[in-house]
């Protein structure tokens, strides 16, 4: 098991670029891995080691051993904060007690598994990402872990390598909010050996667990996600910094980049590729619904809100437009907002239809061509999911 994180340090002779280049541990530490197993525990808790043999005032909030000896003994000297007890369907759980560690108010606390959803009942927020950020906001630091595989932008593509279901999503702008965010890897041979060993997973769940989520083909498509996920990161990170260091500079991205959705299904994967496209170039992302008829959209009111939700998650701005002519609508508002890139799905329409009615996308193509607008026409794929991707324990999502 090896972790990494891709800092930068720039020699400066002025006295005053110093404080850039050495930068403090951040309030919101993120430990990032491809899968359960690589190791985000115990990294997470020899960072936590560290800062109590400096002095630090570091608590456990929560965090989640699996039974394995090897994270259990990382536990020794840290003060645990007492988990809060719920009855839920007849069953005894325990969740992080978010107003236990604002009553104790230490520096730094541990709380593991950000995606984790709550247990109904026990607190006032649905998702341990919402309690992580109420500690934040009172002061508190938080060095949490995470999968790759639970990020909005990017869960419908691991259901598409791996087939499994990805129930427990983050937010990208709640890990983008990080400080810092720290990759542990660990080989795709490394991580079947030693869920073989059964250092990961119980024996029972380790034959399952080989033929399905943690086949090498899947593991090394989620190492390759999370890599690509830090490259990106970090490129982000050294264009701020240059920005810093040179202020004459010009850093802003020119790129602006539109996603125009519908109610019908394969909707949300659009959304989600649309973001990665607009991360990668570092933009914002304006999400478009043209209203032709109010009654057809109506009908699909459900799978708008849903899609406003998950735009809200990505960080992005939704938009809705009305107009008769949908392609002169979208290049109206691209050319009002100064956009370069237009991302559409493919279209659901038959050829007849097509040849009959005319073709919206090859209209759009068209009209975007005359201002230098760029229009990317994505694949509806739609796939059968096999199982739910597993959490850390071998358990399924709730």
Known sequence: MKWFRWRWATASTAAEDNSLLV??????????????????TVAMLDEGQRRLSRGADVVIGFVETHGRPFTEQRLQGFEVIPRKSVTYKGKQFTEFDVDAVLDRKPEVVLVDELAHTNVPGSGRNPKRWQDVLEVLDAGISVITTVNIQHLESLADAVEAMTGAKVRERVPDWVVRRADQIELVDSSPEQLRRRLLHGNIYPADKVTTALTHFFRFENLAALRELSLRFMADETEDEMIHYLARVNREGQ????????VAVTGIAGSEQILHRAARIAARV?????VVHVVIDETASKSFGTNLESLKEVAANLGAQWVDLHGDNVAETLVRYAREERITQIVIGSTMRSRWAELTKGSIHSK?????AQY????????????????????DGGEEDQ
């Open 364 to 368: 759009l193509m068209r009209a975007a």
């Open 372 to 391: 230098g607008i760029d229009v990317h026409i994505i694949a509806r794929r739609e796939f059968e999911l096999e199982y739910t991707a597993p959490a």
């Open 251 to 258: 850093w802003e991205t020119t790129e602006r980049i539109m």
């Open 23 to 40: 930068e403090p541990a951040g309030r919101f530490r993120i430990y990032l891995g491809a899968a359960a197993g690589v190791g985000k």
């Open 282 to 286: 570092r933009s914002e992302l304006k």
